[in-house]
């Protein structure tokens, strides 16, 4: 493989890369979800402390966390996460693009405004994996610090692309972290870890329109600043 072919691969597996909220029910090979992860513990990290932790559940093992998690959701009985993910208070510019992503959604999803009861539908979908057939539970070790969150997320980036590379597609989803003290049960996981989020990862569905859903991206003039005297 040439440097342009190279350059090429990686261009298309970070811009390919998306959150699929629709996937087909076919099985992800063993050896594949092996091969993702190894190249995705490639990331960086403070001292190689390496500090990312997942549960990979699939068949029954998913299955009863789903049902699980759907029962709660359903009840309205989620509790606290265990770390700060939204910010106190929304401000400008990130308020406005969160509004944009979530009304485009709810557009392709024909979810209208104030509609509480198709809403609550949709976002019980994340409970289920949006139907993937493989689900991780991302934890950290509580002792650790900040900067090894970065690591965390560094690694989970490299999960999402190299799941591109293998012709896979995920949903990074911090809506499990809402529902740790359930997570914590079903899988066992010690309180000396953070169940920080989950995320789905299979094939994705061509026919599900939440998957038509297309995020801009601000330019580069908006989030660099170029200095070079």
């Excluded at 597996?13 to 992800?28: H, W």
């Excluded at 950290?140 to 190299?162: H, T």
């Excluded at 012709?167 to 010690?190: H, M, N, S």
């Excluded at 920080?196 to 859903?213: H, Q, S, T």
Aim: with cysteine; glycine share 8%.
């Amino acid at each position: 493989m040439t440097e342009a072919d190279v350059s090429a691969a990686v261009a298309a597996a970070i811009g390919g890369r998306r959150s699929v909220r629709g996937f087909v029910p076919r099985a992800v090979p063993e050896a594949t979800l092996r091969q993702v992860l190894a190249l995705a513990s490639r990331a960086p990290s403070m001292t190689n402390t390496q500090p990312w932790k997942l549960r990979v559940l699939t068949g029954a093992a998913r299955q009863r966390l789903v049902t699980a998690l759907q029962a709660a959701h359903a009840a309205g009985a989620h509790s606290q996460a265990e770390y700060d993910y939204y910010p106190s208070e929304w401000v400008s510019p990130y308020l406005e693009r969160r509004r944009e992503i979530g009304w485009a959604l709810y557009g392709l999803l024909g979810i209208a405004k104030g509609d509480r009861v198709a809403a609550h539908r949709q976002h019980a979908r994340n409970y289920d994996f949006f139907g993937a057939p493989v689900g991780l539970i991302v934890t950290i070790d509580r002792v650790l610090g900040r900067g090894s969150w970065l690591d965390l997320g560094m690694f989970l980036q490299n999960v999402m692309i190299a799941a591109r590379g293998a012709g896979l597609d995920t949903c990074p989803q911090a809506a499990f972290a809402f529902y740790a003290d359930i997570i914590r049960a079903e899988l066992a996981i010690p309180t000396s870890e953070v169940v920080v989020c989950g995320m789905a990862l299979g094939y994705a569905d061509p026919d599900e329109p939440a998957n038509r859903l297309e995020t801009p991206r601000a330019p580069v003039e908006a989030f660099a600043t170029f200095l070079s005297e």
